[in-house]
């Protein structure tokens, strides 16, 4: 029964590990480019929650809605003026470029809001759970975290496979010159791409934020994990990205029923095993490019 | 360059294209009356390909203007062009292999300009499509991958539609096909300039055509106008005395 616990606390942390990675698939999926500050990004939306919840005197969602808005325009603006211009001098340097902009993030967020850890609690919501019986208990947090994950991934889904501008980003991903050819400006594709992967980061953020709690560098431990649950689920792929975090998630909590410090252990080696097994993934490629 | 009095709907003045270190075109001019089709012929590195990915602007010229019904295009960014009314079927036909044959024609109606073509001409056009719509258009043969990228250049309804190395590794009988539908193009109203290694076949369509040579115009005129040996001495670079003995 604890076992049975385990799997599904699994789950539920897996909705949270896919919100983490559903950015940085979309991203390498359409501009085939690894954005290392992806995790410090979600704690900056962590942050900008917790410094305006006590300040604008608004109910809590209306702050994260302004929170994700935010940070999608920051996304389309970076992608823009930063990691464009490095896009277009070699394949290392958006590499060097995301780096940079993670240390500069965690550093101006130590300097801000100190090294302590920052929580953010909405009431009765963030404690209150769904018992199920006396061993299995499902709280609702993590539950609304699983729910967002899900629909933010098939959103993103159904965008890009039914939508006009879902299929010019998948021709973008697919060809840009052609693309130019038909008249699109594939930078401005990617700062769309860049505005959603900036948004569903921010989900994560603020989840995680309620979930636990954030700390200025915080971020590469859950780049980590969404880089893992990208690799895990095959690059480029959605739906396995949302499976990659659900096994990095139930390898968490069966590793912490095993020994509390197996927990932090147990994903990565869940990780390795899967890339020596199955290195391109279980579902590669079908989503984009 | 052209006959006076002419109408040119697409003018190309002194353009030069470099790749690097390397002089692709090199001081190109030319015309394109409206409803006409211009040929350009020449041999493999003669800088056909580049002239024309210069004129839909995915290179850019190191000097010469472009120049679309008098409105000068040469800074113009390449998806701009698209809206201005040039549309390019590149070499290799550059379909996006993930989407379907359908979503493929689609993407080119992105910036559309107002105009005959839309999906039910097309089919009209092309029956075969409408049945294979929902196939990946990277499992096509390549001459029905020519036509679906043919179409899509079309959904763009330009008012100049080049088209590069129709003939390239694809049988006959299809390249003929493909010609074939020119007509009708011409038909609706478009002006055609196109790259062709086949100097038979661009003779047999074009109203013009102009040789390139190391990047060099080295014959440019109405394709009755030359006998075989001086196209062939332009096309190689033989001077006509030279080649008169040898045969294309």
Known sequence: ?289 | MTDSGEQLLLEVAGLTVKHGQLTAVSEVSLGVPQGSVLAVIGANGAGKSTLLGAIAGLHRPSSGRIILDGEDLTGVPCPKRVERGISLVPEGRRLFPSLTVEENILTGAYRARRGPWNLARIYEMFPWMPGRRRQSAAQLSGGEQHAVAIARSLMANPRVLLIDELSLGLAPIVVRGIYASLPDLLESGLTVMLVEQDVAQACSVATRIQCLLEGRTTLVGGPTEFTTAEIEAAYFGMSPTASAGATL
Request: one cysteine or more; proline letters at 3%.
């Open chain 1, 1 to 289: 029964m604890t076992l049975a616990n385990a799997i599904i606390q699994g789950i539920l942390l897996g909705g949270l590990l896919a919100l983490f990675a559903a950015g940085l698939s979309l991203l390498f999926g359409v501009m085939g480019v690894l954005n290392l500050a992806h995790g410090d990004i979600a704690v900056v939306a962590g942050y900008l929650a917790v410094a305006l919840v006590p300040a604008l005197h608004l109910p809590t969602l209306w702050v994260f809605l302004i929170v994700v808005a935010v940070l999608m325009v920051c996304g389309y603006l970076v992608q823009r003026l930063i990691f464009q211009p490095s896009l277009e001098s070699g394949p290392l340097t958006p590499l060097l470029v995301t780096l940079g902009m993670s240390v500069v993030i965690e550093n101006l967020l130590l300097e801000i809001f100190t090294a302590n850890s920052h929580s953010l609690s909405i009431g009765t919501f963030t404690g209150g759970a769904l018992r199920v019986n006396s061993q299995i208990s499902l709280s609702y947090l993590s539950l609304a975290i699983l729910g967002a994950a899900v629909l933010s991934l098939a959103a993103i889904q159904l965008g890009l496979s039914r939508t006009k501008v879902g299929r010019i980003v998948r021709a973008v991903a697919d060809d840009r010159d052609a693309a130019q050819l038909v008249g699109v400006n594939y930078r401005h594709i990617f700062g769309l791409a860049a505005a959603v992967a900036f948004g569903t980061v921010a989900l994560a953020g603020l989840s995680l934020t309620m979930y636990t709690s954030i700390s200025p560098t915080a971020g590469p431990t859950y780049l980590i994990y969404g880089f893992e649950a990208v690799v895990i689920g095959g690059l480029g792929s959605l739906w396995g990205t949302l499976a990659g975090g659900v096994v990095l998630g139930i390898a968490v909590t069966v590793g912490l029923l095993i020994n509390s410090d197996f927990g932090a252990l147990a994903p990565h080696l869940v990780f390795l095993a899967v890339l020596a097994v199955r290195p391109q993934g279980f579902f590669p490629r079908r989503v984009t490019a």
